[in-house]
């Protein structure tokens, strides 16, 4: 009895599918000295890899931190300096009131904060599907120029990743985030579920 294959996509795997998008054959690595399909992968994958992760609040990708302060800002706007953690590409909440993000830190009067933040994800069996398909198709879009040279197959692309692919993902991995008692929009949906007078 054979084992199943593997559900979990490696780059490879995502890097043909976008080449698929395109009508490219697919290849057999990324290569900064390959073919041009390779070598254009190679360029562009882990770039838009980290635009895709900053379009949206991902689950998989979303790290809770606590910072301790670094040191004292001498502009005397606020106190403090906190640095980002190397693999964060998209601070989301500052549990401390009146902070400030210049370049790698955050300032704030708080001594101790707690950060929650999109974290540079590199791990492919952490992705959900539907985040797969947006990197894709956004990939096919960086590809599409240089591989085929026409501008209206990169704008149906696009159109795909900005209208259909990246929020259908952002749609069910909002969904899936949360417990029904502790969904953002819980009060909004009790709400308007309650009897009128």
């Not at 004292?72 to 601070?91: A, E, F, K, M, N």
């Not at 929650?116 to 096919?140: G, H, Q």
């Not at 696009?158 to 949360?178: C, F, G, K, M, W």
Request: charged share 15%.
């Amino acid at each position: 009895m054979t084992n199943p294959p593997s559900t979990v996509l490696s780059v490879l795997d995502i890097c043909n599918l976008a080449l698929t998008k395109l009508g490219e054959s697919p290849i057999e690595s990324l290569n900064p000295n390959g073919t041009p399909p390779s070598r254009l992968c190679y360029m562009h994958y882990h770039p838009t890899r980290r635009e895709v992760l900053v379009a949206n609040r991902w689950a998989f990708a979303t790290t809770v931190v606590t910072l301790n302060a670094a040191q004292q800002d001498s502009s005397g706007i606020h106190s403090l300096s906190h640095t980002l953690p190397p693999d964060c590409l998209r601070v989301l909440e500052v549990n401390s009131p009146g902070w400030t993000l210049r370049g790698r830190c955050i300032f704030c009067p708080a001594a101790s904060i707690r950060l929650r933040y999109i974290a540079d994800v590199e791990d492919t069996s952490l992705f959900t599907p539907l985040f797969t398909e947006a990197l894709a198709t956004r990939l096919a879009c960086k590809l599409c120029i240089p591989l085929t040279g026409s501008t209206t197959a990169r704008q149906m692309l696009t159109d795909e990743y900005n209208r259909i692919t990246l929020p259908t993902a952002a749609h069910y991995d909002a969904v899936q985030s949360h417990s029904n008692d502790s969904h953002p929009l819980r009060k909004l949906f009790s709400l308007s579920a309650a009897p009128l007078p």
